[in-house]
């Protein structure tokens, strides 16, 4: 339903991605470009998050059909998926069509870093 509209949206995104890694990143989206894709059914044009670890897509939130097309563009895009299967991203989207990025690749590897130290020195 919303391929089309995330396809119209990929080139922005796509610098956004790459900009994510300096921090978080959003993109005012136009809102009449989700309505007509929804085709006048009344349904939720947003989504809390969308975690995706190395291209894979975290169950544990279990996205809506909007965060989960969004993630299947972004793995279909020749551009966006080397950087999404390096990385740790978090899409969320809000009532007024505002889609956040935050990359939290260096976080999660600061983490494990962690772990690893800790256990070796343990």
Known sequence: MFTQTW???IP?????LKRSANGEQTLKMNNT??????????????FTCLRMNKG??????????????????????DQTRPMIKASYLEFSMNN??????????????????ETVESSDNG
């Open 33 to 46: 470009d989700f309505e007509r894709a929804a085709g006048g059914r009344k349904i939720k044009y947003s």
């Open 56 to 77: 894979r897509v975290d169950s544990s939130t279990k996205p809506n059909a909007m965060a989960t097309e969004l993630a299947q563009v972004l793995m279909e895009n």
């Open 7 to 9: 396809k119209k949206y």
């Open 12 to 16: 922005v995104i796509t610098i956004l």
């Open 96 to 113: 007024d069509f505002l889609l956040t990025i935050r990359n939290n690749t260096a976080t999660i590897e600061a983490e494990k870093n």
